[in-house]
């Protein structure tokens, strides 16, 4: 699940983080990755199950985990 609310971003239910920069973070969901970009993106918060992300978000995009 994504949720985005005023500058915070929260992912809940992913696998795996694959890559974080202040402008591009990839994560694996169960059934898909996604993409977020944009601009000072970083983590405020992350347990085992939720991450919270601060920053501009400017392009979400996701793609099918294919066999």
Not at 38 to 60: A, F, P, T
Request: with cysteine; hydrophobic share 35%.
């Amino acid at each position: 699940m994504l949720l985005i609310d005023k500058g915070k971003i929260y992912v809940k239910g992913y696998q795996e983080v694959l890559l974080m920069n202040q402008s591009c973070f990839r994560i694996r969901m169960d059934q898909y990755t996604l993409v977020i970009k944009g601009k000072d993106i970083e983590i405020y918060y992350y347990d085992y199950q939720e991450i919270r992300l601060n920053g501009h978000v400017k392009v979400i995009e996701y793609d099918e985990n294919r066999i």
